[in-house]
């Protein structure tokens, strides 16, 4: 019992609905341009045929999926936290698009076997506590011949791996352990997606960047749509939170002065067939 105790692995603080709640209507309003270019990568990766059918795992507000139905393909989206969905479906209304949307884990799909020609996971998966099981039911659902992507952060860039670095202290589990993310290593997240029954595993790197006129403007920015953040922030209330996030920005500001800012993502998006 107590080896039992012992062998279960921290959970990690994103492994829950709580920060993608709290985080959810920023992220929408702000951060959905910039993970829709990651999204068209993952859409031209998988070089899907014209209308086909299209899951999106861990949508978020369904910044894959409305790229997807607008493509012409039949989408279904599923996310465990209800503020993300609320969100999909209002920007759906908007763009008078139809995805089938739900609330739940992607570890455990709702959706029949043999289904789909195209699975995706952005930046979802990656956080799931049992990678495995997501990448099975990926795998379950799609049809013989249909394609998988799922993607993951390459190590971070200085700016944001400073950032990443002053709260990695503060909010212990992060799976961000020495910079390094779930699926941050190439060969063994190709050999995760080839041990959960894909074939033909690619691993591409894509990168994009934003720029912000100012380093207060790029922390701010951030301190609105970075999901650990903003769970911190709520954690310590906003008396606490002005102290350190003080703190975290003289700090970036000894590091990076403070004109412009850019902030470069480099992904890995793993691709692989049933
Ligand atoms: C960084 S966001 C990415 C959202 C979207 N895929 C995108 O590319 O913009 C991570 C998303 O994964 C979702 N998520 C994390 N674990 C999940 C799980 N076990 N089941 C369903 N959704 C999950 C979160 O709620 C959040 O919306």
């Not at 899951?55 to 507000?61: K, M």
């Not at 039949?74 to 996310?79: E, K, L, P, Q």
């Amino acid at each position: 019992m107590q080896d039992a105790v012992e062998k279960t692995p921290p959970t990690s603080p994103l492994a829950s609905p709580e920060p993608w709640d709290l985080v959810a209507d920023a992220y929408a309003a702000e951060l959905v341009p910039q993970f829709e270019l990651f999204a068209t990568d993952a859409l031209r990766i998988a070089a899907l045929p014209a209308g086909g059918r299209v899951i999106d795992v861990a949508t978020g507000p369904g910044t894959l999926a409305m790229l997807a139905a607008k493509t012409g393909a039949t989408v279904s989206a599923i996310d465990f936290s209800p503020t993300m969905i609320a969100n999909l479906n209002r920007r759906a209304v908007e763009a008078g698009t139809a995805i089938d949307a739900r609330l739940g884990d992607g570890q455990a799909l709702p959706f029949a076997d043999d289904t789909y020609d195209g699975a995706f996971s952005m930046f979802g998966l990656m956080f799931f506590p049992d990678r495995a099981k997501g990448l099975q039911e990926m795998r379950r659902v799609l049809r013989p011949g249909g394609r998988a992507v799922v993607s993951s952060w390459a190590p971070f860039d200085r700016p944001f791996a400073l950032v990443m670095e002053s709260v990695r202290a503060m909010l212990p589990n992060l799976p961000f352990g020495e910079g390094k993310a779930p699926l941050g290593d190439p060969s063994a997240f190709a050999d995760e997606m080839t041990a959960a029954g894909f074939r033909e595993v690619r691993i591409e790197s894509v990168s994009h960047s934003s720029t912000a006129s100012s380093l207060s403007e790029c922390w701010s920015m951030i301190q609105r749509t970075t999901a650990p953040i903003v769970l911190l922030r709520h954690k310590l209330g906003e008396q606490t939170w002005d102290k350190v996030a003080r703190g975290v920005f003289e700090r970036l500001q000894g590091a990076l002065g403070e004109g412009a800012v850019t902030l470069t993502f480099n992904a890995y998006l793993g691709r692989g067939v049933k």
